[in-house]
């Protein structure tokens, strides 16, 4: 059974460049959530899809954005990046019957902003 | 604004002892908390977990603490072995938020032979 899967693995853009990555939840799973773990630090939440859509956000900027496609995979955009941007961007699935707080993470996509 | 605070960066133990962690929150609202354990190059993976009305949970080596009063839980791991050297993160979460977990900055172990 797979776990949840991310790409790509490593990125390195430029500032004020766009970015996408990519989440394969863990099969099962049809909700998706997207956090970002800057160094040194513990992951912050960026937003949660089911159903297609967007249920719940953190604090952070419209320059970050998602989608969830139909077979609950979902995507991770961030448009204009700043140098700030850079860290490791986690993606995490759960179900959402049986009300589990646990959430499952994938390896994560190593973003660098030059 | 920080609302799960480990204040202990660093943790260095000697393989066969106890290792504790410790975890405060700011956010009464949490009722629900869990440890989780990240190696390099790994997501984080769940290790255990409490529900607030309860104050301990066991796991084989791993035992969860929650003491509500003093908003503070501790993760004690009894023995520590050398594949317990990672970072734990402690987490926590609010009924009906479908499952969105708030971080602590989290303690690296180190379980030296």
């Known amino acids: 059974d797979a776990g949840v899967t991310q790409s790509p693995t490593h990125l390195i853009k430029t500032r004020g460049q766009q970015v996408t990555l990519r989440c394969s939840p863990k099969s099962g799973h049809d909700t998706v959530s997207w956090y970002q773990q800057a160094l040194g630090q513990g992951p912050q939440f960026i937003f949660q899809y089911y159903e297609e859509e967007e249920r719940q956000r953190g604090n952070f900027p419209d320059r970050f954005s998602g989608h969830q496609f139909p077979n609950y995979s979902s995507e991770l955009n961030v448009n204009a990046l700043l140098l700030g941007d850079s860290a490791l961007y986690l993606c995490a699935s759960s179900p959402s019957a049986g009300g589990s707080y646990e959430q499952y993470f994938g390896p994560g996509t190593r973003l660098t902003v030059t | 604004d920080q609302q799960v605070k480990q204040n202990s960066p660093s943790l260095s133990v000697q393989e066969g002892r106890i290792s504790i962690l410790n975890c405060d929150y700011t956010?009464?609202?949490?009722?629900?908390f869990l440890w989780y354990k990240k190696y390099p190059a790994e997501g984080p993976t769940f290790l255990i977990s409490?529900?607030?009305?309860?104050d301990k949970n066991e796991d084989g080596r791993f035992t969860v603490f929650l003491n509500k009063s003093a908003k503070h839980l501790s993760l004690h791991i009894v023995p520590s072995q050398p594949g317990d050297s990672a970072v734990y993160f402690c987490?926590?979460?609010?009924?009906?938020?479908?499952?969105?977990?708030?971080f602590g900055a989290g303690t690296q172990v180190v379980v030296t032979p």
């Open positions: 987490a926590a979460s609010v009924e009906g938020s479908w499952g969105k977990l708030q």
């Open positions: 956010n009464s609202m949490f009722d629900y």
């Open positions: 409490i529900s607030s009305i309860k």
